[in-house]
């Protein structure tokens, strides 16, 4: 089956996160962060090759997904990087983007290789963000995401001659007698649904590749008949030879039916219209000499082309035909045929910095956060430790969540959503020091004066009216364990505004 345009997806793979590890060694002390690196993803690359005619291979296969980068390990050990994916297509193809429309890559030559989709950075490990100021971090950074995107494959062939006319004009008889392609001849319309190739040899022994396309007929560039799926096939030919029925068995004109296929060819591509063209006139075993030279002769006044008369089927000029399009090839550049590719940004866009904001419940002050960077950091920060939170709340801040947020109404003490847990909103003007951390991310959250809850840092009041000290070990003990040496305080009431919620 002969496929020329198929649309797939792509995703090149995603860094590995960097860990967070301590050097743990009889002797070291204090050993210091030892978290490894995460790995780079796989990038995704396009690579033309002479072994494929066509996009068949694309028909069952339409999403191509890189490996990812593993995550580090602890002890330095870095993650180790996916292998890139190299993506096979015939010699030929365009690349497009699906969203734009735009042309990203022209395979014209074997071995030519494009990247589609570049691989995500590994993440770095918390030694890397260790600083005189800042000796034990307890943070690491998430693995940058793959590129995902969607592309339009269109094979269009490689070959110097293309035959050109409405159908039933000759063409495949034409390529049949040329060289050695054996299309599908009959005495009807459309006989020809796919292109055909062959190579028309010189007298040295090379050859050039010559393009059978499938007869055109009016509305051919707006999808009318199958010309306008196969029109692409003739737009890296160098010379195109129209070829016209002298009989015109269609009931219309030799002239009415050029003129046709010539305003197609203006609808479809200016360039392709302005291509160098011999009229070849078919059929002239079907005609008195003397008006076929007549017709001949009106072509040549109308056109101020090159018009030859042939007949395929009796072999009549034929051999003078190779020998004028041989000789108007040798004086075409070879690369002549163009396509103005656009530079391919989105194929190196990793960045996923952008969010969205949605307001789930206006009255009741309930936020969900949506962005694929928040996540990621979400993903790889403990809540429960201080460093690693402040991180998060200073990239979230950085990318100008939190502004965001009083944007769109959301005040002191609203939920936000982030992934599948939620957290209190504290404000984007609220800074929080490490000795409120311990007391807020066990006991709550700032009350709406924006000061600590009541009861919660101050010594606790024990039954007899004694004064007790609990640090924060002794209330998770006093908590989740009935058999604590505190169970004789077990019928003691937490603070006042202990939840479950902690702010990010």
Known sequence: MFLDEVRIKITSGAGGNGCVSWRKEKYVPYGGPAGGDGGRGASIYFEATENMQTLLDFRYNQKFEGDHGQKGQGKNCHGRGADDMIVYVPVGTVVKDAELNTVIADFSAAGQRALMGQGGRGGRGNPRFANSNNKAPHYAEPGEPGVERELILELKLLADIGLLGMPNAGKST??????????????????????????MRRDTGDGVVIADIPGLIEGASEGIGLGHAFLRHVERCRLLLHLVDATAGDGGTPWGNYETIRHELMYYSEPLAEREEIIVLTKSDAMLDDEFAELIKEFKVKSDKTVLGISAVARVGLEELKAIALERLDTIPRDLVRFDVMPDEKATAN????????????????????????????????????QALSRFWNVMKSMGVFNALDAHGAKRGDTIIIGPEMYEYAGSDAEITEADFDDYSKFGNLNEDGDLPKGIGDDDIGKDGKVMELSLDDWEDLLDNDDSDLSDWDEQEAPEGVTNISTP
Do not use: C, Q
């Open 351 to 386: 960045d996923d910095s952008h969010f969205d904001i949605e307001v789930v419940d206006d009255e009741e002050g309930v936020f969900r956060i949506h962005g694929g960077k928040i996540l990621r950091w979400w993903e790889i920060t403990n809540m429960e430790n201080f």
């Open 174 to 199: 034409l390529i049949s007698v040329v060289s050695s392609a054996k299309p599908k001849i009959a005495n009807y319309p459309f006989t020809t649904i796919v292109p055909n190739l062959g190579v």
